[in-house]
């Protein structure tokens, strides 16, 4: 594909992992048509971006039928003030667990507890919402089932690992920290700069992975460290109440813009005070739409699901990041 342009990105080649296409998905807009220059994708299909000659604007396409637009904003970077982190791969290696979860579900839909999940599922149940994660297992593997079916194993094995986990019995080494993530840390406390964490995971499973992983790094109690911490909301179901977030997680761009502008009092005026890392496709696209400076880091499957071209920066450790700020 060669150097391309693209308005409020810049020039991208095909290390992006970009692809060209002549619609958008939900046939809206065509090349060469209403102003439209060129219509990219993400290689995960998650994301397009509409370009036209002064602008860009961005589609998520969404696999349970809530899909929206969201124009893309150029990035002007100041002076770092704050920093976004993903949770899961970014500062708690915990990914291989969770996509055992779904595996484990998925053994529960087929009443088969030798089902395994292959290599090219990966892009495709890490780093979105339970929700998606689900929806694409079943429409690969179980289109007969329901997806109220699949949360409530989902659920039911999660509360149980979580349950063995607290009591010392659960998974070894399910949740493990990120190499170099406590010294990266302290630094940015060192440097007076505020930190929020920002994850796709429902509080039920998100926080006792940072609660674990701040043990494991003798950091006391991550609510007291953090300056805001934004999850996905909790489980709703039967008899419970639950909290939005399930339809509006990465790659959609509210998790991060709710973190830095009500979480950590930013306004959208001085987002370029504000970079964004994450490891995973979906989370680094989320934080470019929300405006911010995004930073790749390696271990995830940022390259893997062609969406290197949503990084301002990629790097493979946190002290390249460091050299960053």
């Given at each position: 594909m060669g150097e391309y342009l693209i308005p409020g990105f810049g020039k991208l080649d095909e290390k992006s992992g970009f692809i060209n296409q002549l619609v958008c998905s939900d046939g809206q807009f065509c090349t060469g048509k209403d102003g439209v220059n060129a219509i990219y994708r993400t290689g995960d299909k998650k994301?397009?971006?509409?370009?036209?000659?002064?602008?860009?604007?961005?589609?998520?396409?969404?696999?349970?039928?809530?899909?929206?637009?969201?124009?893309v904003y150029p990035i002007a970077r100041e002076k770092t003030k704050a920093v976004l982190m993903d949770l899961d791969g970014t500062t708690v290696k915990s990914e291989e667990f969770w996509i055992w979860i779904i595996e484990k579900t998925v053994q529960s839909l087929l009443e088969n507890p030798k089902f395994s999940l292959s290599d090219s599922d990966i892009p495709f149940v890490s780093g979105h919402s339970v929700t998606e994660h689900l929806k694409y297992c079943i429409d690969k593997y179980c289109p007969d089932k329901l997806i109220e079916k699949a949360r409530e194993f989902y659920f039911y094995h999660t509360n149980l690992e979580m349950k063995n986990?607290?009591?010392?019995?659960?998974?070894?080494n399910a949740f493990v920290p990120t190499p170099g993530a406590k010294e990266f840390l302290l630094r940015l406390k060192e440097k007076n700069?505020?930190?929020?964490?920002?994850?796709?995971?429902?509080?039920?499973?998100?926080?006792?992975?940072?609660l674990s992983a701040f043990q494991t790094m003798g950091m006391g109690d991550p609510k007291e460290f953090y300056d805001s911490i934004i999850t996905a909301g909790t489980a709703l179901g039967k008899g419970r109440t639950g909290t939005m977030g399930e339809l509006e997680a990465k790659p959609h761009?509210?998790?991060y813009a709710e973190t830095a502008n009500i979480g950590l009092g930013i306004p959208f005026g001085q987002r370029g005070q504000v970079i964004g890392i994450e490891d995973s496709g979906a989370g680094v696209s989320s934080i470019r739409l929300a405006g911010y400076?995004?930073?790749g880091i390696g271990g995830g499957n940022i390259k893997q699901s062609?969406?290197?071209?949503?990084?301002?920066?990629?790097?493979?450790?946190?002290d390249e990041i460091l050299e960053l700020l």
């Open positions: 994301v397009e971006l509409i370009c036209f000659a002064d602008r860009t604007i961005a589609y998520i396409n969404s696999s349970v039928g809530y899909s929206a637009y969201y124009p986990i607290m009591e010392g019995k659960g998974r070894p700069m505020k930190i929020g964490l920002v994850t796709s995971g429902l509080y039920e499973k998100a926080y006792p992975e940072i761009p509210w998790l400076y995004t930073v062609g969406t290197l071209g949503m990084c301002n920066s990629y790097c493979e450790t946190f």
